[in-house]
């Protein structure tokens, strides 16, 4: 797993907060300075954060749990879309549905009720409808795609959340501190890090800056998924040798059981003529 170094995060401008008047003053351990009325973030608390939640999005994947990656500004949209789906991971980058991870049923229901407008277009029920409910249709497809089409596959709650901007997504961070899953999230020296399970202070508003530290995510996770893979190939590699070990045992024991009840007669028949070469 290999994390980005002190010079590459440098490089990134991941040490860049915000105006010193619009600091967050529980980001005060994260700080490293101040220059020009700018705070200046620790890099060295940056980089060992970034490995502490690497190692923990590892372990998530290796369950073959999901992570549901949140980012909804400008810079981190494109970035979040290509990390996550290199993955096979959920994201969302429009608009947070209000009550996704709360209200999680129903959200499923809209993504079901896209699943059947896909249905309609198969089976030929969508050819049937007049023009004007086709248009109403698939608006509302279009629609659902926009905003629910990344997490189509999420049939369950995410076992973690990984989010760009606690600011902007402070309802997504609500949500999941409410229902008691791990928030990781980039925090810039506005933001205020305590609801936040694993901090990873840096910038979260230039793209390099959010890209270093997705690639060093992803391929935690990427890690972990081929682990399981290797785990999952092995355990069956052990139960099909112990399948073809107890296929060959099979035949012995029906031959050892084919001798014992042969020889069994042959036992019974000498019994007889020991007890009466005993009583002479």
């Not at 060295?44 to 369950?63: C, D, R």
């Not at 008691?180 to 933001?191: E, L, R």
């Not at 972990?224 to 590699?237: F, P, S």
């Amino acid at each position: 797993m290999a994390n980005p170094t002190f010079d590459q995060l440098l490089e990134a401008g991941c040490h860049f907060g915000h105006l010193k008047r619009k600091w967050n003053p529980a980001m005060a351990p994260y700080i490293f300075m101040e220059r020009n009325g700018i705070h200046i973030i620790d890099l060295y608390k940056t980089a060992a954060k970034l490995e502490e939640a690497a190692a923990a999005l590892k372990n998530i994947a290796k369950q073959g749990k999901k992570v549901l990656f949140v980012a909804t500004k400008k810079q981190a949209k494109q970035v979040i879309a290509d990390h996550a789906t290199a993955v096979n991971m959920p994201f969302v980058i429009e608009r947070w549905p209000g009550g996704m991870l709360t209200n999680f049923p129903t959200i499923r229901k809209a993504v079901k009720k896209m699943t059947a407008i896909d249905k309609m277009s198969k089976d030929g029920t969508f050819d049937n409808l007049s023009k004007r409910e086709k248009l109403q249709i698939t608006r509302q497809r279009a629609k659902l795609e926009k905003n629910l089409g990344s997490i189509a596959d999420l049939n369950r709650l995410p076992s973690a959340l990984f989010v760009v901007d606690v600011l902007k997504e402070r309802i997504a961070v609500a949500e999941a501190n409410r229902l008691g899953i791990p928030v990781f999230a980039m925090v810039d020296t506005n933001s205020d890090p305590t609801n936040i399970d694993y901090v990873i202070p840096a910038n979260d508003d230039a793209s390099k800056s959010i890209e270093i530290v997705l690639n060093a995510v992803c391929a935690a996770i990427g890690e972990g998924l081929e682990e399981r893979k290797v785990e999952k190939a092995d355990a069956n590699a052990a139960e099909a040798q112990a399948e073809e070990g107890a296929a060959e045992a099979a035949p012995r024991r029906r031959r050892v059981r084919r001798a014992e009840q042969e020889e069994a007669p042959e036992a019974a028949a000498e019994a007889p003529e020991a007890t009466e070469a005993a009583a002479e």
